[in-house]
């Protein structure tokens, strides 16, 4: 399971969130909402110190990414695509199923 994020959804982060280098961001599954990989269930994140349980980690540009392994159910067999949507102006969410 890899995290893949845009230059466009990190430089929203940047901007919208204001996190800066050395800044560490953790999504999580979260009750209700929209998923087309898990019904009734979203996605959330949240500024956030990675654990021990990590089970994917990605860094760019000075910001780490994580997933850990209470969330990992949620993203079995699949990478998590963060993107940024320019009509909504956040960041969205695509799966990309491991092959």
Do not use: R
């Not at 994020?5 to 999580?28: M, N, P, R, Y």
């Amino acid at each position: 399971m890899e995290i893949k994020v845009s230059d466009q959804a990190l430089q929203w982060f940047k901007d919208d969130v204001e996190i800066s280098d050395g800044d560490t961001i953790k999504f999580q599954a979260k009750y209700g909402g929209y998923s087309p990989i898990h019904e009734g269930f979203s996605l959330a994140f949240a500024l956030n110190e990675p654990l021990e349980d990590t089970i994917t980690i990605t860094e760019k540009n000075g910001i780490t990414f994580f997933i850990d392994a209470t969330d990992a159910w949620y993203f079995e067999g699949y990478n998590l695509i963060v993107k940024y949507d320019e009509e909504l102006d956040e960041v969205a969410y695509d799966y990309e199923e491991i092959q």
